[in-house]
Nanobody
Framework: QVQLVESGGGLVQPGGSLRLSCAAS????????MGWYRQATGNQRELVAG???????NYADSVKGRFTLSRDNGKNTVYLQMNSLKPEDTAIYYC??????????????WGQGTQVTVSS
């Protein structure tokens, strides 16, 4: 059983900052990739930022220079530091992981989502 637990969402004014956290727990063997997606009302879910096992990172063009992804391998946790937030960043943010369990079954997992609202 693998779970992704997210935290850090909330309401913030334009130009403000938030830091999202996602901790993976359970019978985890190796994590191949981990990151964040978001889905705004009426929109499709899109990749915000992701990191692979080897450390390669990629960001959506709309967040480059404003968002920073980091990880703590010992805690199986990724963080998304979001600065200079804009109203268009408003969405539900979902943690995502591609991993293998201790039984060596590879699968993908989603968090429950955390709401980020940017509004004055």
């Amino acid at each position: 059983q693998v779970q992704l637990v997210e935290s850090g969402g909330g309401l913030v004014q334009p130009g403000g900052s938030l830091r999202l956290s996602c901790a993976a727990s359970g019978s985890i063997g190796n994590i191949y990739a981990m990151g964040w997606y978001r889905q705004a009302t009426g929109n499709q879910r899109e990749l915000v930022a992701g990191i692979t096992r080897g450390g390669s990172m990629n960001y959506a063009d709309s967040v480059k220079g404003r968002f920073t992804l980091s990880r703590d391998n010992g805690k199986n946790t990724v963080y998304l530091q979001m600065n200079s937030l804009k109203p268009e960043d408003t969405a539900i943010y979902y943690c995502h992981a591609d991993l293998v369990t201790t039984g060596w079954y590879r699968n993908t997992y989603w968090g429950q989502g955390t709401q980020v609202t940017v509004s004055s």
